[in-house]
């Protein structure tokens, strides 16, 4: 190879991956009763030398639930043309430039601005630029950030339309007291993990006697945290939820999560009815564009808290959530936003309003992607686990070269470089959609036409 | 035919048709340099009985400004499956119902919800059912709305996540009040129009004689409100608007927008630089997501107005920028939100506030869908045209079968049934993109590959 040759991005593979898991009961709730989990799978090609894994790629995806996962994809597909032709060198030195240049194509930006299919593509992308530096750095995401300097971090993030609470130098301030012993953090990061808490007992399609049983084992796994999914049926949710306090204990937290079933007065009226089970939070009480609504909510729910921001679709709403003190947990989420930039800004608004950030996960991947933001807050960031937690789902994870590990309640930290985003490429051909092994069988022995 | 048989909707088409308008400069603003206007263009087709005008159809369209028509153009086709084989019947009687499942798909909602491209694309398919609905009822949709029970009306919105602020008996009880004087104010509204004003003076792209001319050409033809596009550079926009305002003198207008350019303090310290000149309104200050800054803003310059709503995503941030005082001006667009029925759910909001709503339209086919829910909103809700106007840009129009007409500054009441939704058969043919003969053509003469 020419030594002085520019490694590029040469091209972005786009692919419609979808699991059947609607097929189980796992993954219902009130709002989402059989979701497949789904992805819209992006890999950038590049032609720098081979590394010992093979030829230098970036890999990542946005998750959607099924259907509409064709349309996430096209959207996608339709940000090629701003990757393809970069310089590896010029984007590992500084994703945010992609981020920028993603976010404005100014009539790409009428289809949201900043918010549903077009921004989760953008985050895809985003996120499979930082796989890319990431590998290319020989280390994990988390480590990549946590090792970065405060000024080059903070030139990562976009300050428009947060600047009146966030500015550029109020985040390097955040972060050089972050990296203020770091590395005892590291350490114990590397030996300890970090702390998880696991939806898997608390599914509505769950008997009670399931509940019971992976509630129990929950505890017995050491999780000091589980969930339950609450909002179809009030009887049915108080009567879950003393079954699930009897099965763990009064030290155990339970949260609830209502996946934005109820409107404001429900909210209030649900929550406080299930009180006497002592909830630890209230999860999506209502609309995710509701600040105000979860402004109101949290003053009448206290002392049970209120956490949102798995559909938060960016900065901007979590800049107002905070602001008029409508949360008490924030939940970041891998892929509904922009991408890691967006996510290290809502990072450093929630510690410069010091609210704990619990992420969201689950579905396909979310696990393996946001561990490594969480790790970095620890490390660099807000500089503690307390009251903090990653959300653990204990599905799909066979389909990643680099899995989530939960043992003892705790997430492992990964070491594997990268972002933990690459599927394996028998996955792929199983579960491309339609024409994967799976569908290809699946379609054609019941008799579908392929169309969704 | 069997009389006896159900009439259905057997097909949707959807077309992805472009204009080709970046080449000339019109349509530029501080955010949205090199717009081609565009339209994710959807037709239920039926098996209904021919009437005069050919079979019964519904047609309307997702607007967006060129790159990604395909990602919504696949957004509209997602939901295909829901409407193909309903009863005409049925969805003609109740548009609502359609409404509810399109946006009740629970695996479609993950790509929101209720935002961004799969939201417009709800807009498109319920617009579409309105037309249907209109045709076979031989009336507007101004008309079919003006004319029916406020009770049936009611029951056409959503009030999921606005029930804190408006409730079905609020809506029937606004409603019921909107009848009273409705016969003469239809009277009135079909002799004298609906007012407009016009933003053709003010794009960034035109010179300050080219302004002047058009400013003064715009009060000749009696418009008594123009709009500036501003936030480019604060020295060209001190100048411009000064010149503007000697054009036209102090009696007219003028409303200047940011296209969401500014941070908060960037949109106080401009807006108030050109106080000097009488803004009559800032639109788009900030991000459209920004309820909390949008309020501070209109604290800052009052008396100056502020106005938003072409890129607010739903009734739920509407209900928001009610509450917290943060607009004095509600725009609604035809074709961002979920269609009629959420924009009823707007007006209603609105007119529960007691704020002027003054519609965003240009683009194309914008003009002609949204007059029919500012004369229904005069006619039988808010019952006033007082600080009330209709966004007019006067282009693009030949390409609609019932074009908006705008006469003496104010635009006249369509009376061809329907939703003014239908282009030409030969704009369809000419500008379907990238095989229409206009793009075919120019694809080929430049020597460009087809992908966008």
Redesign the interface.
């Known amino acids: 190879m020419d030594s002085n040759r520019t490694p590029r991005i040469t091209d972005v593979d786009v692919v419609d991956v979808r699991f059947p898991t609607s097929r189980e009961l796992d993954g219902s709730d009130a ?6 989990y789904s992805a819209a799978y992006v890999v950038l090609r590049t032609d720098a030398d081979r590394g010992p894994d093979g030829p230098l790629e970036g890999h990542a995806f946005a998750f ?5 996962n ?3 994809t ?2 996608v597909a ?1 940000l ?2 701003h990757v393809v032709g970069l310089s590896v060198d010029a984007v590992c030195a500084d994703p945010g430039t992609v981020s920028r240049t993603l976010n404005g ?16 593509a953008v985050g895809a992308v985003v996120n499979a630029v930082w796989d890319l530096a990431a590998r290319r750095a020989g280390k994990p995401v988390w480590k990549l950030l946590a090792d970065a300097e405060p000024e080059w971090l903070a030139d990562q993030v976009d ?3 947060i ?2 609470t966030l500015s550029r130098a109020d985040a390097v301030a955040l972060l050089r007291t972050g990296k203020e012993g770091s590395a005892g953090r590291e350490a114990h990061l590397r030996s300890h993990g970090y702390p998880a808490y696991t939806t898997s007992p608390g599914w509505l399609g769950h008997s009670d006697q399931k509940l019971v049983r992976l509630a129990k084992q929950a505890v017995a796994d050491g999780f000091t945290q589980i969930k339950l999914k609450v909002g179809a049926d009030l009887a049915d949710d108080v009567r879950r939820l003393r079954t699930a306090r009897a099965a763990v204990g009064p030290d155990v937290r339970i949260a609830v999560d209502a996946n ?1 079933r109820w ?3 429900e909210a209030i009226d649900w929550t406080n009815a299930l009180a006497e089970s002592d909830p630890y939070w209230i999860e999506e009480p ?8 979860h402004a ?1 909510v949290r003053r009448a729910v206290a002392p049970v808290k209120v956490a949102t921001g798995e ?1 938060v ?2 900065r ?2 979590f ?2 959530l905070l ?2 003190e409508a949360i008490d947990v924030l939940q970041i989420d891998a892929a509904r936003v922009g991408g890691v930039n967006e996510n290290l800004a809502i990072l450093l608004l929630a510690a410069a309003f010091g609210v704990p950030v619990c992420p969201h996960a689950g579905g396909v991947g979310l696990c393996e992607l946001v561990r490594h933001l969480a790790m970095f807050d620890f490390v660099a960031l807000s500089g503690t686990t307390d009251d903090r937690v990653i959300e653990y789902v204990d599905h799909l994870h066979e389909h990643f070269e680099d899995p989530a590990v939960v043992s003892d309640g705790r997430y492992t930290a990964p070491t594997m470089p990268g972002f933990s985003s690459r599927m394996r490429p028998e996955t792929i051909s199983t579960y491309r959609y339609p024409d994967g092994s799976f569908w290809a069988a699946d379609l054609t022995g019941q008799g579908k036409d392929t ?2």
């Open positions: 709002m989402n009763p059989d979701p497949d959607t639930i099924g259907r509409g064709e349309v996430q096209a959207a339709a090629r043309e194509d100014s009539q790409l930006r009428w289809l949201g601005p900043e918010k549903g299919v077009m921004h989760m300050y428009r339309y600047e009146d934005q409107n404001i007065g209502t609309s995710p564009d509701d600040i105000l609504g109101a559909h679709h960016n901007v709403v800049k107002q602001q008029a169309r969704i």
